[in-house]
């Protein structure tokens, strides 16, 4: 079938890339050690247009090499070189393609292996696509595997419901936040919920704000909310509900509320919830998880990051 998009090079254009990597002038020899600028050997400035990335002197498109050694489009023949396209899980350095490691992502844009984005890990082998997590999993790059997101901070339902998190656990303080680069969203677990099984409800609420950021056409289009998750019994946890509300544009700018009562009588040991913050805020942006009972309250806030 051949190399996919091979596009000829003329010979010419690979001497002056030679040049780029030395720094010297390609029609002379080095000179006592001496090194010439990219723009004295071309005679024109920087960037060459017959250099497709003067920053690494690439003679070929980006994700394309030229091969070691070079690729001539006929056997024997040496005024042209052929680019040839690297595979998907490849990126070009220099003369060649080289793969990436297991774990990483090629990024065939800027011909670097990189780690996926948050809560995403590398796809099946050969497989150039970041996938993303399982809810309540996050993306860790080294093992390229989904693991369990760390609880950013936890409340004892039978001690802590009428204490106010303290100041350094808001959201996005960086005190306790979970490492950004496996979870970027903010998860609270609530331990021992049988010890408010006397309580009618558990009711809990998600509210933000933002005075500035989010203009009204964007803030009714965005949502804020929660997932809420049990145990799976095999110590994992699963989807129990997902609660979402849009924003609502006013005087104060944009805000948002969504809220849940529940049994208590059908709560599990513990739960899990990760926040849904508003898309497109910045960290002005505030965002607060207000757990209550019929008596007891608890309130977690701060800037996000």
């Known amino acids: 079938a051949g190399q996919p998009n091979i596009i000829a090079t003329p010979a010419d254009r690979v001497r002056r890339w030679e040049a780029c990597l030395l720094g010297v002038d390609w029609d002379g020899p080095l000179v006592s050690g001496e090194r010439f600028k990219i ?3 071309l005679g024109e400035p920087v960037p060459d247009p017959d250099l497709n990335m003067a920053s ?3 003679p070929c498109a980006a994700h ?3 091969g070691d050694p070079p690729r001539h489009p006929v056997p024997g023949t040496t005024n042209e070189f052929l680019c040839g396209e690297c595979l998907p899980r490849q990126v070009a350095q220099g003369r060649i393609c080289v793969d990436c490691p297991f774990n990483l992502w090629a990024n065939h844009a800027t011909d670097t ?6 809560g995403q890990i590398l796809g099946s082998t050969g497989n150039n696509v970041c996938e993303v997590c399982p809810l309540g999993q996050g993306g860790d790059c080294v093992a390229n595997s989904c693991v369990w997101c760390p609880v950013d901070f936890s409340v004892d339902a039978a001690t802590e419901l009428g204490v106010p998190c303290p100041e350094a656990q808001g959201f996005g303080s960086g005190a306790t936040q979970s490492d950004q680069a496996v979870c970027p969203d903010v998860w609270i677990e609530v331990q021992h919920l049988p010890a408010i099984a006397d309580k009618p409800t558990l009711d809990m609420s998600a509210t933000a704000s933002d005075a500035a950021s989010l203009d009204e056409a964007t803030c009714i289009g965005t949502t804020v909310g929660y997932d809420v998750l049990r145990p ?8 129990r509900f997902t609660r979402q509300s849009q924003g609502v544009f006013g005087t104060s700018g944009c805000t ?9 009588s059908t709560l599990p040991t513990a739960i899990r919830i990760r926040i849904h913050p508003p898309s497109g805020g910045t960290a002005a942006t505030t965002t607060q998880l207000r757990l209550e009972t019929e008596e007891d309250e608890r309130v977690c806030g701060g800037p996000l990051l």
């Open 39 to 41: 723009e004295e050997v």
């Open 56 to 58: 690494s002197c690439d």
């Open 64 to 66: 394309h090499a030229i």
């Open 113 to 118: 292996c990189e780690c996926c984005p948050p």
């Open 232 to 239: 799976d019994g095999s110590g994992g946890w699963q989807l």
């Open 256 to 264: 948002f509320s969504a809220t849940d009562s529940l049994d208590t």
